[in-house]
DNA sequence: GTCAATTCACATGAAAGAGACCACGGTCTAGTG
DNA sequence: CTAGACCGTGGTCTCTTTCATGTGAATTGACGA
């Protein structure tokens, strides 16, 4: 009975006109076979590693771009050519990938050295080991035979930010203690002022070259975004103006690929859903929508209990003060705290003190769940003053899920 | 009125603790020959 | 005799607490015009 059913539904499903032809091409771990807008930057890559061809280590290499100006995707292309050029010529070249940012994985001194022993085949506990000892394993297999290693560390100012810039002092000066093999950095960054706060010895041997990731302006934007469309969708069913208005979008984000190509997807599969035959313009804007409030919601629900009881003290708190008028919808640091203590107790959790209060305060703030501004009050002292950062309706919905984790009724 | 000192209510830093996870080596135990 | 169970020690890592120090401008109060 139900399998009959489910047979007319999924037959409605396939016969439904798809607007994708090929979807993974706007998602973001398509390697395009080209990259549009970033010669300039390939030729310089290019050149500074090229030297690895003579069995020469090239210089560190560091990259600094905001997020999704394809730094990632122009080092990676470069060095898979890098890499079968060297097969064709007989060349020990190993290259090494590492996001840094990748929790539990690589966010850590240990975890990040842990991470390249694995990718070249070594095996090490999570945890247990001395630093050190670690340290020592991957010097071991490096050094194992003649070949010249590419290091890449995506995402490096997370890490430094984290814990500090040992790891990289420690790398460069690796090479003086390897006898066959000889590593190069490729330290990739999305902050421009990472190498500011570093160690003056790390930063004038990490950044021996440099190369600048522009943002990309909106004309820039909408070639990818054609290109890529092109392959994505069934011809004829983007609406003109689409991919100008995706373009527009995202270059106001500082010029993010990745956040146009998301936009365009999600816009897709919108479009698909209610069955239109056409992607349209107002599907971007519903798009825009949807992205922000998975994105919110997503981050919501996966916070620990502590950090959402803060949030729901910080969104009742923020009701509270919008039906009385004389007071705009600014909360500040203590008042939050009260609250939030109260409702510690209410829910049978020990409420922290308010100094990791604060900290967890401008975490939520960098996730842009909330804006916090440290104002002084004068006489009045010296807080900070919040808000909150989300959409109404996304409110209503984060406020159910918190009350269902909570075990509010209401 | 002007100016520096005061003062508030936190922000921000540094250090250290708690507790979870884990590896390693040594010791104990039970099963085997 | 030996494999496996079971410690104790020492390591990493995250989340917190404790203690200490910093800070921007409204307020205050002294001062001079």
Redesign the pocket.
């Known amino acids: 009975m139900r399998g009959v059913r489910l047979k007319g539904f999924f037959e409605n499903f396939m016969n439904k006109e798809f607007l994708f032809s090929d979807k993974s091409v706007l998602q973001s771990n398509y390697d395009p076979e080209n990259i549009q807008h970033r010669d300039q930057q390939i030729e310089q890559i290019a050149n500074i590693l090229g030297s690895v061809l003579l069995y020469q280590k090239p210089s560190n290499l560091f990259c600094y771009g905001k997020t999704g100006t394809g730094k990632t995707l122009t080092i990676k292309f470069v060095t898979n050519d890098l890499l079968s050029i060297a097969k064709e010529k007989n060349i020990n070249l190993e290259v090494i990938y590492t996001n840094c940012k990748l ?2 994985t690589a ?5 990040v050295i ?1 991470e390249l022993i694995r990718s070249l085949g070594g095996e090490v ?8 000892e670690v340290y020592r394993i991957f010097t071991h297999i490096i050094d194992s035979k003649k070949q010249l290693v590419l290091l890449i560390l995506d995402e490096i100012d997370q890490l430094v930010e ?2 500090g810039d040992e790891i990289l002092y420690t790398l460069t000066r690796m090479n003086s203690e390897l006898k066959n093999a000889q590593i190069s950095l490729i330290g990739i960054s999305n902050s421009l002022v990472f190498t500011d706060n570093l160690d003056p010895r790390v930063k004038s041997s990490l950044s021996e070259e440099e190369i600048i990731f522009p943002p990309y302006n909106a004309l820039q934007l909408q070639d990818i975004l054609n290109q890529r469309a092109k392959l994505a969708f069934k011809t004829g069913v983007v609406d003109s103006g689409v991919i100008e208005k995706c373009a527009a979008y995202a270059a106001r984000e500082h010029g993010d690929a990745r956040r146009a190509l998301e936009l365009l997807r999600v816009s897709g599969e919108i479009a698909e859903r209610s069955e239109e035959k056409k992607l349209s313009i107002r599907n971007i804007d519903l798009a825009e929508e949807k992205i922000e409030k998975d994105r919110v919601l997503d981050i919501i629900s996966s916070q ?4 959402q009881a803060l949030l729901y003290s910080i969104m009742k708190i923020n009701e509270e003060s919008k039906d009385i008028k004389h007071r705009d919808d600014s909360l ?4 939050i ?1 009260e609250l939030y203590k109260r409702i510690c107790t209410e829910i049978k959790l ?13 975490e939520l703030d960098m996730l842009g769940i909330v804006n ?1 501004k ?11 003053k919040i808000t909150l950062a989300i959409h109404d309706h996304t409110k209503i919905k984060a406020k159910e899920i918190l009350e269902k984790n909570f075990g509010f009724s209401r």
């Open positions: 929790k539990n966010d850590t001194e240990y975890r842990a506990p999570k945890t247990g080991l001395p630093t050190q984290k814990t620990p209990k502590q950090q500040f640091t203590g008042d705290y020990r409420p922290l003190t308010q100094r990791r209060i604060s900290d967890i305060i401008s916090g440290v104002i002084s009050k004068g006489r009045y002292g010296r807080t900070r």
